[in-house]
C-alpha cells in the first residue's frame, strides 16, 4: 500500500466542555484530492488549522511525510511543504500580486544579499513569480494591489504562493467560496490538475465541485468522521444523507 503524505490518528480538540475533534483519523494519498465535507458547525475549519499548526491539537498524532508535527508551528509546517489557502484571505493586501508571489519565491530561495539590485528588477524573484500567476490565470492582473482583487482573484493568488512556496501538499479551505459559476467551474478544472503535482486535502461545501473533483470523501459531523469512502459509497450512504447530504442527493 501507499504509504500516505498526511496521516492523522486519534486527533483530538476541546474547546472547554465542546468537542470539536473527536477522535478523527483521516489521510491523504500522493495524487489524489481527498474531500472533507460536513454541516457548519461540524470542526471542519478547526481540524485544518491544527494540520496546518495554527491550533494544537490536545492529543492524537499529524504526520506529514513520515515526520511527526508535534511542537512545529505554522512557519515550519510550511517550510516542509505543506501548503495551506485560507478561508478569509490572509494576504498582504498593499502589495501587488506579483509582489505577494515573490514573498513566496524569496522564502524558498532562502536567504540572500539583494543589497544592491533592486527587488522588482531582480529576475530570479519576477520570472518564477510570473510562472505562478500564469498558472493561476492571474498574470493580466499581476501589478494591481491584492485588495483590489476580486474574492476569487485573492483566492487564486493563494493558490499561486502556494505553489511558489513548493507544496508537497495542499490544505484547502473551502477555495470556491465567493466564486460564480464560471469561477467555480475555472477553479475545478485547475485544481484537477493540480492533484499531478501535490495531493490535496480539501475543505468545501460546493458538493458539485466535490462530487467532479474528489477521488476520496469523508464526512464530519460534530467533530467525528462518520463516513469515509469513494464518491458513490458517500452519495449513497443512508447516514450520511440524513447528516448532511439530504434525500435531494
Not at 20 to 35: F, M, S, Y
Amino acid at each position: 500500500m501507499v504509504e500516505p503524505v498526511l496521516e492523522i490518528r486519534d486527533l483530538r480538540k476541546n474547546f472547554g466542555a465542546l468537542k470539536v475533534t473527536d477522535g478523527v483519523n483521516l489521510d491523504l494519498r500522493p495524487g489524489e484530492i481527498h474531500a472533507l465535507i460536513g454541516p457548519n458547525g461540524a470542526g471542519k475549519s478547526t481540524l485544518i488549522h491544527q494540520i496546518s499548526g495554527s491550533i494544537r491539537q490536545d492529543s492524537g498524532t499529524i504526520r506529514f511525510l513520515g515526520q511527526d508535527m508535534a511542537g512545529l508551528g505554522m512557519a515550519a509546517r510550511a517550510s516542509l511543504g505543506l501548503g495551506r489557502s485560507f478561508q478569509i484571505s490572509s494576504l498582504a493586501p498593499e502589495f501587488s500580486a506579483l509582489r505577494n508571489v515573490m514573498l513566496a519565491v524569496q522564502a524558498r530561495q532562502g536567504p540572500s544579499f539583494r543589497f544592491f539590485r533592486p527587488v522588482m528588477a531582480d529576475k530570479s524573484l519576477t520570472d518564477p513569480a510570473m510562472a505562478m500567476l500564469e498558472r493561476v490565470g492571474l498574470a493580466a492582473r499581476s501589478n494591481l494591489p491584492a485588495a483590489e482583487l476580486s474574492h476569487g482573484e485573492r483566492r487564486q493568488l493563494e493558490i499561486a504562493i502556494a505553489l511558489a512556496l513548493g507544496s508537497k501538499a495542499f490544505l484547502f479551505d473551502e477555495p470556491m467560496a465567493g466564486m460564480g459559476p464560471e469561477g467555480s467551474r475555472s477553479l475545478t478544472k485547475f485544481l484537477g490538475g493540480l492533484r499531478r503535482e501535490a495531493p490535496i486535502l480539501l475543505v468545501e461545501h460546493d458538493m458539485d465541485a466535490v462530487f467532479a473533483l474528489a477521488d476520496r470523501i469523508s464526512v464530519l459531523v460534530y467533530g467525528r468522521i462518520i463516513a469515509s469512502g469513494k464518491v458513490d459509497d458517500i452519495r449513497n450512504d443512508p447516514e450520511v444523507r440524513r447528516a448532511y447530504l439530504g434525500e435531494a442527493a
